[in-house]
C-alpha cells in the first residue's frame, strides 16, 4: 500500500498487520487506521518518540473495533486488563481493552506501551506515557476527522501535547454527559491529571 506521507520503507513487518487488518476491518475503518498509524508517526517525530512503535500502535489501535460483540466482551474480561465497571457497561468501550488483550494473546505483540495505547485510546487515563497519549491523540486527529474545532485540535497535539491532553479529556467528558453515558473511573483521573497543564482554562 502506497502510505500517503510518511516513509516506512524499512518497515517491512508493517504490510502483515496491514493485510491482517484489511480482512477484519470495513474499508472505512481500515483508512482510518491508517489514518491514525500516519498522524502518530508524525506526532512521534515531532515529540521524539519511537516512530516504529507508534506507527504500530496506532495502526492496531482499532483492530478488535468491528469484531462480534460477544468476542470482544469475552476478550475484555480474559483480558487482565482491569476494565472497570462502567467500560463493561458501554459497548463501544469494549474493543480497546479487547484490542490490547488481542495484540497480546494472537500477535504475540509483548510491548506493555503498545498494549496500553490499544487499551487506553478511546478513555485515556492519568500519567499516560508518551506513546499512549501520541495514539490518544492521532485517534482524535487523523485526517478523516471533521468535527467541529478539530482544525483547533490539531494546533495543540502539535504545539504541546499535555495540553493538547487536558483539552481532549475536556472535550470527551463533555462529549459522553452529552449522552448520560457512564464515564469509566480512568477518564476522570487522566482529566484531573492533565488539568494541571491547561493553566488558560482553554477547550474547543
Known sequence: MKLRNVDLSRYEEFDEYERLLEARLSKKRFKHSINVAEECFKLAERYGADKKRCYLAGLLHDIMKEDLPDRQKQYMLESGL???????????????VAGGYYVREKLGINDEEIIGAIRYHTVGCARMTLLEKIVYLGDMISEERDYKGVEKMREYCYSDIN??????????????????????????????????????????
Not at 85 to 90: L, Q, R
Open 82 to 96: 482491569n476494565p472497570d465497571p462502567a467500560e463493561a457497561a458501554v459497548r463501544a468501550l469494549w474493543h480497546g
Open 163 to 204: 495540553l493538547a491532553m487536558s483539552i481532549a479529556l475536556i472535550y470527551q467528558m463533555q462529549s459522553v454527559a452529552g449522552k448520560c453515558a457512564p464515564l469509566p473511573v480512568s477518564t476522570f483521573e487522566a482529566y484531573n491529571y492533565y488539568l494541571k497543564y491547561n493553566k488558560n482554562k482553554e477547550s474547543l
